[in-house]
C-alpha cells in the first residue's frame, strides 16, 4: 500500500506539503529524516514530520530519502513546532535553521557564456535592453558558469530571469540546472599492511629480506605499516607515510601491485584540537568555592538530581566565579550519565574561554560557532549526533543541536542582545528557547548573568525563575574602583588632548610604567564617524542605505557597516569641489593613533593593539592577540564590545571607557538597560585578582544618568526599579510582547502602500493588542530596500498566553495574502524585537 509523507520545506510558507514513497524507498522510521523533493521546476531538501497510508490525489513523489537514520527525534521535532509557531516563521525554515550549511541541498542554476559577443553586439543590447546588457557583461566576466544567485546579488536586484531567458532565446548563454551536492565527511587515503602477510611469519621474514635487498624503501613502508598495525586498529594516511618514511607514491604503487599492503580511505575530522598554547591561566577546577557559589551550585546540584525541569537566574557580579559553578554542574550531569549545553553570544565564545573548559573537560567537548567553516561545523554537529560529545559549547544556534539525553542548558551573559537572531527567519531568542527546550528535555536551565535582563529579573521576582546570587568576587579579589570624568568639564577646562581626559592619560602612563595590562573600551570601530565637507555641509551616504559611510583610515575607505559597500575616501567634497574634508567622530582606529602619538610625545612607546571586527577577521587572530597581552606584549588593548566580555587576565588593572554616552540616547526603549551592562561588564574585566587592584575610569558628559550612577554605585537595582516603572508606563517588555512588522522593497510607494494595506486587517480597538504605526523606522532606506514598520504591543495581563496576539496577526497575515500579496513587498515578522525603536 502506497504511503505518504507530511514535509516541511524551507519556505515561507506556514504549510507542510505532502508527497508521494516510492516503495524502494521505503522504510520504518521515516520521521525525522531529509528527502529531496520535487517543488514547482526545482528540487528541494525536507524534513519529514509524519506519514500517513491516506491518499493525496496527484501526490508527487519522492526523489530520494538522504539519511539512513532520523536526524531529528521527537523531542526536537516537537521544540521546533513550537519555535516556529511562537515566533512566526515555517516549520521549513526553523527545521533549516537547525541543520549545518551544506546539509539541505537543492536545485541550482547556473549560466555559462557560449560564445565571446563583439562590440557592436553588445552595444546593440545596451541600447535596447540596457538591464541584460549589464547582466551579459557581468556573466563575461567570469570563464566558468555563475549561479543566478550569485548574479542576483552583483545586480542588486531579486528577479533576472526575463533577461536571462531573453539571452538565452538570442543564443548568448546557456542555463543549466543542477542539484547542489550535500555536504559530506572529509575522506583521505589510508593504507594498511594486508592482514594475510604478517599471519605468516616465515613468509613475511622472507619479504622483508629480499625488499631490503632489491627495494629498500619499499621495506621501510612495509615494517612503519607492521610497527603502526601492532599498536594501531585503523590504517595509516598515506601523506602520514610519505612523510614519516621521506618515500614518494611510486614507492606505495609498487607495494600495492604487489598485494603486500591494501588501500583504503578513512574519514578525516574536521573538529579543531584544542590549542597547544592555552590561555588558561589557573587550575580552575580545584579552586574552593564560596559560601555563595557553594549555596548556588548545592540548589542546581538538586534540582538536577531531581531530574525535573526548572529555570535558575544566577545574579552574579563580575569575577564572582559564574563559570567555576558552571563546570562543578556540568560535572554533576556528566556523573549521572547526562549531557550538557552552554550558550554563549558569539562575542563572549572567546578562545580564552574555551581554553578553560578545554582544561578541565578535554576531547568531551564539541563546540559550535558562525567562525566555523561548513565542514568544522558539519563534523562538530555529527560529533554531538553520534553522542560522542558530552558538552556542547556554542553561539545561539546551537539550541537546535541533536543532543540526546540532555540534562543541563546554561546561558550565559543572558542579557546580550546576540541572542536573538534578526535575519533569515526563524527570528528567535535562543535565552528563551533555552527555557522552552529545558522544559521538553526536563532539564535543568541556568540563566547566568552581572547584569540580567529586566525580562528575567522580572520573572525571578515574580517566581518563575529561581534566583541565586553572588555578590563577591572569588579568590579574594575585590571589586573596582570607579571613577567619573564629567567631559563638559574637561572640554571647558580644556583639559581633553583628542579623546583623552588628562585623568585618564595620567593613569595609562602610571599603569604602563608598572606593566600592567590596560582595557580601552569604545564602541565604535573605523577611524571616524564620517567624512564632513566644512563648506557645503556634505556627509558621504551609502549608495544603498540611508546611512553615513564610517571612515577607515588604514585602508583609505568608507564603509557601510550594515550593506558591507566600501568606495575609496573622497579627495575633494563630490558634491561642490572643495578639499576642505574633515574627519568628524571617533572610531577605535582614532582612538589607538591618537593615544599613540600622545604617549609618544610623553616619552612613553608601549605596544598598543586594537580588537574588533576588523582586526580579528582572520582565523587565529583573535586568539594571537589574547596570547599577546596575556603574555605582556601588548601593553594597551583597544576594542569595542569584544574586550568587553569574555575575558579574565590578571594583569588588567585599569579600564578606560573613552565614551560611555555612545549607546545612552540611541531610539531604543533598552538603550539605558544596555548602556549600564556594557558599563559594568567592561568594568568587571579589572582587577580579577587578588594580586592587583582594579580601577575603571569612564567618561562621560551626563554623569547624572541613571545608567552611569546605577554603574558607579554597582548597583543593578538602581536601575531596575526606575527602568521598570517607566517600561510600564509606556507600554514596553517585561509588560508587553513587542512585536516589530516590517514592509520591505525597492519601490518606496509599493512599500508605503502595503504596510497600510496591512495594518487595516489588525483589530484597531483591542485593548489587549496595540498597534502603533504604519511608520519610517530611524533607517528608511537598507540594502537597496525602503522600510516601514508596524509596532504591536501585546499586554500581558490581558492577554497572558500571547493566543490574541498569535489570531490577530495570522488574521490579519492570511488576509494580506489573499487579497495583496505581492513578490515586491516583503514580509518579515519579528517577535519579541530587540530592534531599537
Not at 514530520?49 to 508527487?60: F, L, N
Not at 547566568?448 to 521576582?461: C, K, L, Q, R, V
Not at 580579528?616 to 588593548?637: N, V, W
Not at 541613571?706 to 554597582?714: E, V, Y
Request: hydrophobic share 40%.
Amino acid at each position: 500500500m502506497l504511503q505518504f509523507a507530511h514535509i516541511a520545506l524551507a519556505l515561507p510558507i506556514h504549510k507542510q506539503f505532502t508527497y508521494a514513497i516510492p516503495q524502494e524507498l521505503w522504510q520504518d522510521n521515516l520521521v525525522g529524516r531529509r528527502a529531496l523533493v520535487p517543488f514547482g521546476k526545482r528540487t528541494l531538501t525536507g524534513i519529514i514530520t509524519s506519514i500517513t497510508s491516506e491518499p493525496v490525489s496527484g501526490a508527487k513523489f519522492i526523489h530520494e530519502i538522504l539519511d539512513d537514520t532520523p536526524i531529528f527525534n521527537e523531542r526536537l521535532l516537537e521544540f521546533t513546532k513550537w519555535t516556529s509557531e511562537y515566533y512566526f516563521a515555517s516549520w521549513g525554515e526553523t527545521l533549516k535553521a537547525a541543520l549545518p550549511q551544506g546539509m539541505s541541498p537543492q536545485s541550482v542554476v547556473t549560466v555559462k557564456l557560449l560564445h565571446p559577443f563583439t562590440d557592436e553586439e553588445f552595444d546593440s543590447i545596451s541600447k535596447r535592453a540596457p538591464k541584460r546588457a549589464a547582466l551579459l557583461h557581468l556573466i563575461s566576466q567570469h570563464k566558468g558558469a555563475v549561479s543566478v544567485g550569485f548574479l542576483q546579488k552583483q545586480l542588486n536586484t531579486d528577479s533576472i530571469s526575463e533577461q536571462l531567458d531573453a539571452l538565452e532565446h538570442s543564443g548568448l548563454i546557456k542555463c543549466i540546472l543542477g542539484v547542489e551536492n550535500d555536504i559530506q565527511p572529509k575522506m583521505q587515503k589510508a593504507i594498511f599492511i594486508n592482514p594475510e602477510i604478517p599471519d605468516s611469519h616465515d613468509f613475511f621474514k622472507a619479504t622483508l629480506d629480499e625488499l631490503d635487498r632489491k627495494a629498500p624503501k619499499q621495506a621501510l613502508i612495509l615494517s612503519h605499516l607492521y610497527i603502526h598495525s601492532l599498536h594501531n586498529s585503523t590504517p595509516m594516511l598515506l601523506t602520514d607515510v610519505l612523510q614519516e618514511t621521506k618515500t614518494s607514491s611510486q614507492t606505495v604503487q609498487a607495494l600495492l601491485q604487489k598485494g603486500l599492503i591494501l588501500e583504503t580511505e578513512i574519514e578525516i575530522s574536521r573538529v579543531e584540537k584544542p590549542a597547544e598554547e592555552s590561555l588558561v591561566q589557573r587550575e580552575e577546577a580545584h579552586l574552593p568555592l564560596t559560601i555563595e557559589q557553594l549555596h548556588a551550585l548545592k540548589k542546581i546540584n538538586e534540582q538536577l538530581t531531581s531530574e525535573k525541569y526548572k529555570t535558575f537566574l544566577l545574579h552574579g557580579v563580575t569575577g564572582s566565579g559564574k563559570t567555576l559553578v558552571y563546570i562543578h554542574a556540568i560535572r554533576q550531569a556528566l556523573s549521572m550519565n547526562k549531557t550538557a549545553l552552554l550558550l554563549l553570544p558569539e562575542i563572549s565564545l572567546t578562545p580564552q574561554l574555551l581554553d578553560r573548559f578545554h582544561a578541565v573537560f578535554g576531547e568531551e567537548i564539541a563546540v559550535l560557532h558562525s567562525r566555523m567553516n561548513s565542514g568544522e561545523r558539519f563534523d562538530n554537529w555529527r560529533k554531538i549526533q553520534r553522542n560522542q560529545a558530552k558538552i556542547i559549547i556554542g553561539a545561539r544556534s546551537a539550541i537546535f543541536a541533536p543532543i540526546t539525553n540532555l540534562g543541563l542548558i546554561i546561558v550565559d551573559e543572558e542579557h546580550e542582545p546576540g541572542y536573538k537572531q534578526e535575519s533569515p527567519a526563524p527570528r528567535y531568542n535562543a535565552r528563551d528557547c533555552a527555557i522552552m527546550r529545558g522544559g521538553i528535555e526536563n532539564a535543568v536551565v541556568v540563566l547566568g548573568s552581572a547584569t540580567p535582563s529586566m525580562e528575567s529579573m522580572f520573572n525571578a521576582n515574580l517566581g518563575k525563575y529561581h534566583l541565586l546570587e553572588i555578590s563577591s568576587r572569588a579568590d579574594g579579589a575585590k571589586m573596582p574602583a570607579i571613577r567619573i570624568v564629567n567631559l563638559q568639564q574637561e572640554r571647558k577646562n580644556k583639559l581633553m588632548e583628542g579623546a583623552f581626559s588628562q585623568e585618564l592619560l595620567t593613569t595609562i602612563e602610571e599603569r604602563i610604567s608598572r606593566k600592567e595590562g590596560v582595557i580601552l573600551f569604545h564602541n565604535r570601530r573605523g577611524f571616524s564617524n564620517r567624512l564632513e565637507c566644512l563648506d557645503c555641509a556634505d556627509i558621504p551616504h551609502c549608495k544603498n542605505c540611508s546611512v553615513a559611510l564610517t571612515y577607515h583610515k588604514g585602508t583609505n575607505l568608507l564603509r557601510c557597516h550594515y550593506c558591507g559597500y566600501n568606495t575609496i575616501a573622497p579627495q575633494c567634497c563630490e558634491v561642490c569641489g572643495s578639499l576642505d574634508i574633515r574627519e568628524i567622530g571617533t572610531g577605535t582606529q582614532r582612538i589607538e593613533e591618537e593615544l599613540q602619538e600622545i604617549l609618544e610625545k610623553r616619552g612613553l612607546t608601549p605596544k598598543i593593539q586594537r580588537m574588533d571586527a576588523d582586526t580579528t577577521s582572520q582565523k587565529g587572530s583573535h586568539r594571537r592577540i589574547l596570547q599577546e597581552f596575556s603574555s605582556g606584549a601588548i601593553d594597551i588593548l583597544v576594542g569595542t564590545q569584544m574586550v568587553a566580555k569574555g575575558l579574565d587576565f590578571s594583569r588588567v588593572t585599569l579600564v578606560g571607557v573613552i565614551n560611555a554616552d555612545l549607546q545612552l540616547f540611541m531610539p531604543d526603549f533598552r538603550s539605558a538597560e544596555r548602556t549600564f551592562q556594557l558599563l559594568t561588564q567592561v568594568s568587571g574585566r579589572a582587577g580579577r585578582s587578588s594580586e592587583y587592584v582594579g580601577e575603571v575610569i569612564i567618561q562621560t558628559a551626563h554623569p547624572d544618568h541613571q545608567a552611569i550612577i546605577a554603574t558607579l554605585a554597582g548597583r543593578y537595582e538602581f536601575l531596575y526599579a526606575d527602568e521598570l516603572q517607566m517600561r510600564k508606563d509606556a507600554h514596553y517588555p517585561p509588560f508587553t510582547r513587542f512585536v516589530i512588522i516590517e514592509f520591505s522593497g525597492v519601490d518606496e510607494r509599493k512599500v508605503h502602500e502595503h504596510s497600510h494595506y496591512f495594518a487595516g486587517f489588525l483589530p484597531s480597538h483591542n485593548p489587549a493588542v496595540l498597534r502603533v504605526g504604519p511608520s519610517i523606522p530611524t533607517i528608511a532606506r537598507l540594502r537597496s530596500h525602503y522600510r516601514r514598520i508596524l509596532i504591536l504591543k501585546s499586554m500581558k495581563h490581558l492577554d497572558t498566553s500571547g493566543e490574541k496576539l498569535r489570531t490577530a496577526l495570522h488574521t490579519a497575515y492570511s488576509t494580506y495574502q489573499q487579497k495583496h500579496a505581492t513578490s515586491a513587498v516583503k514580509i518579515t515578522v519579528d517577535i519579541d524585537s530587540f530592534s531599537g525603536v
